[in-house]
Antibody, heavy 117, light 109 residues
Framework: EVLLVQSGAEVKKPGESLKLSCKGS????????IGWVRQMPGKGLEWMGI????????RYSPSFQGQVTFSADKSINTAYLQWSSLKASDTAMYYC??????????WGRGTLVTVSS | EIVLTQSPGTLSLSPGERATLSCRASQSVSSNYLAWYQQKPGQAPRLLIY???SRATGIPDRFSGSGSGTDFTLTISRLEPEDFAVYYCQQYGSLSLLTFGGGTKVEIK
């Protein structure tokens, strides 16, 4: 079965670091871009950026450049999204999704991140 | 950055009716790289349409996409109970220039 499995929900304090994971299976993970999408509570979808697991080529949305870091380990079919210092405004659901035909055809179930003191 | 404006914000319709959703871009979308997604509460988005008018795998033919340039439309020919959800359009200018619209909620009248 073709799947993207994301890591579980997180509750963090402001200033803490965090790394989310997204593991692909059932397809050639290294050969498809993986995008990250934020959805704040009750709001729409925001594209954060994209990474190519084959060579870790990365593009960031201007809105998220410098705020987050993407990485990937193709040996274990996993992409990552990380923060070095969380803010309360990072509270959101985060989705990873496979990029194909200029769209996202396969989505993970999302990881809910709550940042609160 | 290309801005996508979806209208209306909310569409109130009854099952069996036709739904017409609009997505307007601030600049021409290259090669019609425009996609539509459906999102139900508590679920991840699901790809419905890519390249403006191609249905994704497993999507019923009551969903259709049309348009070019700056004006795109998602049509649901006859609403089924499971179609009441939020719909988003998304454009792809390049791997560094990808944006989503603000969404249209289709609710039961």
């Amino acid at each position: 079965e073709v799947l993207l499995v994301q890591s579980g929900a997180e509750v963090k304090k402001p200033g803490e670091s965090l790394k989310l994971s997204c593991k692909g299976s059932g397809y050639s993970f290294s050969n498809h871009w993986i995008g990250w999408v934020r959805q704040m509570p009750g709001k729409g979808l925001e594209w954060m950026g994209i990474i190519y697991p084959g060579d870790s080529d990365t593009r960031y949305s201007p809105s998220f450049q410098g705020q987050v870091t993407f990485s990937a380990d193709k040996s274990i079919n996993t992409a990552y999204l990380q923060w070095s210092s969380l803010k309360a405004s990072d509270t959101a659901m985060y989705y990873c999704a496979r990029h194909t035909h200029s769209s996202f055809d396969l989505w993970g179930r999302g990881t809910l991140v709550t940042v609160s003191s | 950055e290309i801005v996508l404006t979806q209208s209306p914000g909310t569409l109130s319709l009854s099952p069996g009716e036709r739904a017409t959703l609009s997505c307007r871009a601030s600049q021409s979308v290259s090669s019609n790289y425009l996609a539509w997604y459906q999102q139900k509460p508590g679920q991840a988005p699901r790809l419905l349409i890519y390249a403006a008018s191609s249905r994704a795998t497993g999507i019923p033919d009551r969903f259709s996409g049309s348009g070019s340039g700056t004006d795109f439309t998602l049509t649901i020919s006859r609403l089924e109970p499971e179609d009441f959800a939020v719909y988003y359009c998304q454009q792809y200018g390049s791997l560094s220039l990808l944006t989503f619209g603000g969404g249209t909620k289709v609710e039961i009248k």
